[in-house]
Structures are given as structure tokens and as C-alpha cells.
């Protein structure tokens, strides 16, 4: 028997959940992956070359950037605006949403969140409409998910600072215009704001990834980069900075990475409609069918999690801990999903003609960064037991 | 400069197309959108007014639906909306289409330029312009693929298969537009969210003084009698060459009228 199929969206109902504006809004993101993302893709992941630059204009006219702040030329929409457009943009490439993630709600929450008024004057504008690009340099080369332990050193001199030190895996580090740094004082951790034509700075590109390809990923070198004292973000002091923009971007990709697997899961469901196998369509097969609707599942769960997060963290009301649960969970099923979706595709799975294999391995980041899966085991578990197990 | 740009509201080519019990197209449950030929024209309107001044109208005559289409050309740039929107205009033919959009631009205000596309993507007559241009007695420059407004004149390039042809006309006139003409801008977030506070007025052809005798499926001067789908194609013939495959071939050719 056939019958008309349903499309993903369809089985949970999930534009119920949606308001209008929003689904203008995704709807526009997605006609921009269409167009801008999809048929390059395969070739930028191939070559490890993006032409970030161009894209980062071009989402800026489109709105992308920062958008979800408020004035300074950023759009003030909802969180759950932003976590939709994410997810269709990561379902276009990992890469072009970590762009988003890093540019919006790493560098320019924290200019947002901790800076000064005339720090935010001289960034946001340009950097929500595109001209501008921003990194965020926390990790470092010893200190990933420890990053409390970091060696990377600002000094006063007189009215200065001075800044020495490493940062280690840092997306849009060698397109940056400014690099928002965390560094250690003499009292606390501090963040800082380096354009990146400060001399001492430099950016080696990180070569030879076999993840994240359409996305640049640098080293930060710091020789003694002299800044003005109206260089440091002067609303915030300690870990709870750099943590409170990771918790941005980490809200983000409860979003995209469903956005992945859903590009994965539709790309299998139409390949094993079309594939023939032993005289009949793959899809018409019980193990496939079994897969496709476990996958089915988890992605509608993820999608269900994702939205009611939004929701909560609109309302004002997200802890930590629940954006752990979603990045856990949605980042953990969507690999999952992907390499699924890949044993359907089988062969053809393992190439660039299909998107699969390739957000398989952009998973493996995502998975990583913006704190481990296993550190967020290890909030969740703090949350439920009381007791700290990080150390 | 104010212009005003008509645009049609038509199904989306991507599903399947159905019909009404009276064999009209059905347009109220299938999923439509801006007619893509129109929004050429919406572009030569907004980069006209965003080059100068004015004020960009854009007018719709169809189903509820059809504000769908003034929405996305509202998000585009254009400042307000009117959308015709009546019982009785079901079922209009080209000459009574053509009627009630040449009242609604009489009732917006004597525009300096009437923009439409080259032809709507559902019904493809594109005479609806030309049409319009005679209720409205403005020159017409039809099917131009460039388009330049100066010192009271508008210029425009119509590129035929043998000639490109320069026109000119006085303003106010009528224009349509080729899809050679520009590339349509896509709504950025800032125009989506403007566009919520546009308005859109909602005409009925009382509103316009048209006698509803004069319009919908009674007053067409033509009738579709039956419809039925297009048969599938069939198998292509396959010659095997013999010696004579040439001869064969140009006998094919000649049959079907290409030689
Ligand atoms: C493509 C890419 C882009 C990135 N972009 C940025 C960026 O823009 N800015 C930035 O600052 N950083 C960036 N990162 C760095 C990223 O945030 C770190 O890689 C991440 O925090 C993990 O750090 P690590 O790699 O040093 O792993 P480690 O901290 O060395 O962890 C190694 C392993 O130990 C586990 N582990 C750690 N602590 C514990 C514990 N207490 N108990 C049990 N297990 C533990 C981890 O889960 C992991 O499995 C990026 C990384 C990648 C891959
Ligand atoms: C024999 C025949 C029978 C038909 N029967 C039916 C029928 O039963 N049911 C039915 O729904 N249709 C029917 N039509 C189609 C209907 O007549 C046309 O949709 C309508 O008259 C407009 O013509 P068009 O779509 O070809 O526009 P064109 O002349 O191709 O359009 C050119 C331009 O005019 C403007 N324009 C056209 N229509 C509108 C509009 N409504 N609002 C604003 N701007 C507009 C646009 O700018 C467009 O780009 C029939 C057509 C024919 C020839």
C-alpha cells in the first residue's frame, strides 16, 4: 500500500508551535542557505576555503548578525527567532552557522552584555551589517574545558594593558577586524577588545581539519599587544563572562544542530525512495523504515526541546543547566542521526554529492565545542545530585 | 515619482494544479504566492523611488490569499497595499481584470508610472498591461528589459529575437517588465518586520463604482468548456541505424514540420 507521505514537519505538528513572524523569518534564512549555501557547499568543505568575508556581508543585509540584540543596528527579535534561524542555516553547513554563532552571540553578546558605550558605538553596527568580523578567543592550547586555568596574561602599564599569550581553535580568527580576548589579570579574568591590526597580534590559520572544513579556524598569538585602557570590557570580571556568551551560542545550537539532521534524515528518506535494492525501493524495506522512524523521533524530540527552551529562555527564565540539557541532547542525537542516515546512503553516504557525511563530521565539532558533551553530563549531574564532579 | 505596481497572486507552479466544479482555476486552496515575473517589477518600482522619491503602491485584484503576495512585496519595499477583493470577480476574464485594476490605480491617484510583469505565471497572456493601458489612456512600453525615468519621459529596451527596439513615452504611462531587468532583492529581517506595519487597504468593486454584471465567470467573453489533464508523454521512437538512420531522421524532422 502508498500512501501520500508526510513530511517531518507534518508527523509532529511543529508549525503549530510557530508564530507568523517567525516563520517569515526562518523561511527567509532557508531561501538564503538555498541560494547562497547549498550549491557551494560541497566545494568550500572540499577545498577548506569559504569566502567568509562575502557571506558575512551578505547575512548582514539579509539580518542575521546580532539578531537577536537589541539597537545598534541589530534586529531585536526573539530568542526563538534566532534559535530558528539557526537551524536553517546549520542545515545548510555547521560551518556557516558557527560563523553566526560566533560573530552574534560570542563577540558581539559580549560587547553588548560587558562593554562600554563607546565600544559598542565603534563595533555592533558595522559588525551587524556585515563589515565588520568578530572572533572570541577563550580556548587555549592547555585549557579547553578547564578554561579557569588559562596562561593568556594582560599586565597594566601605566594607563595599558598588555597582553601575552596563546588562544587555541578560534572560529573567524584569521578574517577578524576584532577579537574579543580573555584574558588573566593580576584579580581577575577579564575581557578584552583587539582589533586585529594591533600589532603583536597574529592569526595562523589551523590547517588540515577534517571537520568544520567551511569555517575558518585560527590560532591567536598575543606578543605584547599594547591596548588603552578603554580596550577592557568594563561591565564584567571573571568566568562568568566568557560563560555567559558561551551559553548564547550554546542556546543557538540546540537549534542548528537539529537543522543538520534534518537536512540528513530528509536527504536519506528521498535516496531510499528512490534507491532500488534486490528489485524493490529501500524504503519500502522494514529496516529501513525502523531507522527512519527512530530517527524520526529523535529529531522531532530535539526539535519539541529546542522550541520549548526558546520559549523559556524568551520569558527570561533558561538556567545553565537547561541549555546543557538541549545542547546534550540535540547535539548527541544529531550525530547520531547523521551517521544513520549515512549507513542508507552507504556509498554514496561517504561523498560530497550528499550533504550527510559532511555534517556527520561537522558534528564532531559541534559536539565539542561550546562545552563538551561530557561537561554537560557533568552540569546535568551536578544539577541532579548536588554533588560537583568536575574535578 | 509615485508608482504603482500591479501584481498577481498565483499558484505555486511547484504543487499540482486543480480546478473549481466551474472549471476555473482553483486559487483559494492551493498554496500561491507573488507571481516571480511580478516581482520584477516591484524591484524596477522600489530602485526608481529609492534612486529619487515616491512612494511605491502595489494593487492586487484576487482571492483572500492574494494579500500573501502584497505581504512579500511589502517585505520587499514597496509602502502600502491595496488588495480587490470581491465574490463577484471570480471567474474574470483579462478584460475584466484589466477593468477593476484600472479603477483601483484611478481610486490610489493618478501615479506617474504603472508597472506590471511581462505575464502572470499562471494565466500567461500578458495582455492585461496592454489592456490597462488603453482604460487608462496611458502610452504603454510593453516588455522592456531595461527601464530609465528622466525629465518626464521613461526609456526602455524591448529585445526581440531579430531587433532590440529603443522605445520612449511621456509620462504617466504604463510599463511591464522582463525578467532581464533586474534581480529581485529577497525581504531582509528588517523589511519582514516592517512590513507588519504597512498598510494595506481592502477594496470590494463597490468601493471602485464597477457593476458586478461587468465582471467574474457571466461576464468572460470567453468560457472554458472542459479541461483534462495532459497525457503522459509517450516513449520517444528509437531508430536503429541500418545504413538508412540519416534518411530516417530527416524523414522524423520533416514530419514534425522542424525541416
Ligand atoms: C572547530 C572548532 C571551533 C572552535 N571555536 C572556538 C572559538 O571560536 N573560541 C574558543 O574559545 N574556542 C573554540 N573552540 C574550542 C572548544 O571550545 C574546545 O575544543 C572545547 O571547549 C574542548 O576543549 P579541548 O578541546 O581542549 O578538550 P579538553 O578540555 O582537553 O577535553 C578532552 C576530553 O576530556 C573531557 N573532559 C574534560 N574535562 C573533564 C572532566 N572534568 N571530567 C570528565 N571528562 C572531562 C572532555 O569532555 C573531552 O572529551 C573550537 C573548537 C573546534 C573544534
Ligand atoms: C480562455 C480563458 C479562460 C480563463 N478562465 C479562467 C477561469 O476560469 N478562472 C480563472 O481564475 N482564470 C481564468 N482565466 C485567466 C484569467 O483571465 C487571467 O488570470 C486574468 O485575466 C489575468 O490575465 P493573465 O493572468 O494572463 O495576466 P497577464 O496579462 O499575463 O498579466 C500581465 C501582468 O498584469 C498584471 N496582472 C494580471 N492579473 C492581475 C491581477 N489579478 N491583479 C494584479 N495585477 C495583475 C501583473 O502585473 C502581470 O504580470 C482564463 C483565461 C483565458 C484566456
Redesign the pocket.
Known amino acids: 500500500m502508498r500512501g501520500m507521505p508526510q513530511s517531518l514537519e507534518q508527523l509532529f505538528a511543529l508549525d503549530g508551535l510557530i508564530q507568523d513572524d517567525e516563520r517569515e523569518i526562518a523561511k527567509a534564512v532557508r531561501h538564503f542557505v538555498d541560494e547562497r549555501v547549498r550549491p557551494h557547499i560541497a566545494e568550500w568543505f572540499d577545498t577548506g576555503e569559504v569566502p567568509a568575508r562575502e557571506l558575512t556581508k551578505e547575512l548582514g543585509e539579509l539580518g542575521v548578525l546580532g539578531m537577536h540584540l537589541d539597537g545598534y543596528g541589530c534586529a531585536g527579535l526573539s530568542a526563538t527567532t534566532y534559535g530558528l534561524a539557526c537551524q536553517e542555516l546549520e542545515a545548510g553547513d555547521s560551518g556557516i552557522r558557527s560563523l553566526v554563532s560566533v560573530q552574534g552571540s560570542l563577540a558581539m553578546y559580549s560587547i553588548h552584555a560587558y562593554g562600554s558605550e563607546e565600544q559598542k558605538q565603534e563595533w555592533l553596527p558595522r559588525m551587524a551589517a556585515g563589515d565588520a568580523i568578530g572572533c572570541f578567543g577563550l580556548t587555549e592550547p592547555d585549557f579547553g574545558s578547564n578554561p579557569g586555568g588559562m596562561r593568556t596574561r594582560a599586565k597594566k602599564d601605566g594607563e595599558d594593558w598588555v597582553l601575552n599569550g596563546t588562544k587555541m581553535w578560534i572560529t573567524n580568527g584569521t578574517v577578524a577586524d576584532v577579537a574579543v580576548v580573555w584574558a588573566q589579570t593580576d584579580e581577575k579574568v577579564r575581557g578584552f577588545v583587539v582589533p586585529t591590526d594591533t600589532p603583536g597580534f597574529s592569526a595562523p590559520e589551523i590547517k588540515r581539519k577534517m571537520s568544520l572544513r567551511a569555517s575558518v579556524t585560527a590560532e591567536l598569538v598575543l606578543e605584547d599587544v599594547r591596548l588603552p585602557a578603554s580596550a577592557v570590557l568594563p561591565e564584567v570580571q571573571g568566568l562568568r563572562g566568557p560563560l555567559g556568551a558561551l551559553s548564547e551560542a550554546r542556546f543557538g545550537i540546540i537549534f542548528g544542530a537539529m537543522g543538520a539532521a534534518r537536512d540528513c534524515l530528509e536527504t536519506a528518506i528521498s535516496y531510499a525512495q528512490d534507491r532500488q535494492v534486490f528489485d524493490k525501493s529501500l524504503a519500502s524495506y522494514q529496516l529501513t523504515q525502523a531507522k527512519l522512524a527512530d530517527m524520526a523521533l529523535e529529531l522531532g524530540k530535539g526539535q519539541l526541546l529546542a522550541l520549548h527552551l526558546g520559549r523559556l529562555k524568551d520569558s527570561g527564565t533558561i538556567t545553565p543547566e537547561q541549555v546543557s540539557v538541549g545542547k546534550l541532547n540535540n547535539t548527541r542525537e544529531a550525530i547520531a542521526i547523521a551517521r544513520q542516515c549515512r549507513t542508507i546512503l552507504a556509498a554514496n553516504g561517504i561523498t560530497l554529492e550528499y550533504p550527510v557525511i559532511r555534517h556527520a563530521n561537522n558534528l564532531e565539532s559541534v559536539l565539542t565545542y561550546e562545552g563538551t558533551s561530557e561537561v554537560h553530563q557533568l552540569v546535568i549531574g551536578k544539577a541532579l545530585t548536588g554533588a560537583e564532579a568536575f574535578r | 515619482m509615485n508608482i504603482v505596481?500591479?501584481?498577481?497572486?498565483v499558484p505555486d507552479a511547484q504543487g499540482d494544479r486543480t480546478f473549481n466544479e466551474?472549471?476555473?482555476?482553483d486559487?483559494a486552496n492551493v498554496d500561491g504566492l507573488l507571481?516571480e515575473?511580478?516581482e520584477y517589477?516591484v524591484e524596477a518600482a522600489l530602485k526608481i523611488v529609492e534612486a529619487g522619491e515616491g512612494e511605491v503602491t502595489v494593487?492586487?485584484?484576487?482571492p483572500e490569499q492574494a494579500a500573501d503576495a502584497l505581504k512579500k512585496a511589502l517585505q520587499m519595499g514597496a509602502d502600502k497595499a491595496v488588495h480587490v477583493s470581491d465574490e463577484a470577480i471570480?471567474?474574470?476574464?483579462?478584460v475584466?481584470?484589466s477593468l477593476v485594476?484600472a479603477e483601483a490605480v484611478k481610486k490610489i491617484g493618478s501615479p506617474d508610472l504603472v508597472l506590471?510583469?511581462?505575464?502572470?505565471t499562471?494565466?500567461?497572456?500578458?495582455?492585461?498591461?496592454a489592456m490597462?493601458a488603453e482604460r487608462l489612456g496611458l502610452p504603454q512600453v510593453t516588455q522592456v528589459s531595461t527601464l530609465e525615468v528622466a525629465d518626464g519621459t521613461v526609456k526602455g529596451r524591448r529585445d526581440g529575437d531579430a531587433v532590440s527596439e529603443s522605445l520612449e513615452a511621456s509620462l504617466p504611462a504604463l510599463v511591464?517588465v522582463t525578467d532581464q531587468i533586474n534581480e529581485p532583492r529577497y525581504p531582509s529581517f528588517k523589511g519582514i518586520m516592517a512590513a507588519k506595519k504597512k498598510p494595506v487597504e481592502t477594496w470590494s468593486l463597490a468601493d471602485l463604482g464597477v457593476d458586478a454584471g461587468q465582471v467574474g465567470?457571466d461576464a468572460?467573453w470567453?468560457?472554458?468548456e472542459s479541461f483534462a489533464q495532459r497525457p503522459p508523454r509517450e516513449q520517444g521512437e528509437i531508430v536503429t541505424d541500418e545504413g538508412d538512420g540519416g534518411t530516417k531522421l530527416a524523414e522524423f524532422l520533416a514530419a514534425q514540420k522542424f525541416v
Open positions: 505596481v500591479c501584481v498577481k497572486y466551474d472549471n476555473t482555476t486559487r507571481s515575473l511580478d517589477a494593487v492586487t485584484v484576487g471570480h471567474g474574470s476574464d483579462a475584466a481584470t485594476l506590471t510583469g511581462l505575464s502572470s499562471d494565466g500567461t497572456m500578458s495582455v492585461v498591461p490597462l511591464s465567470l468572460a470567453t468560457k472554458v
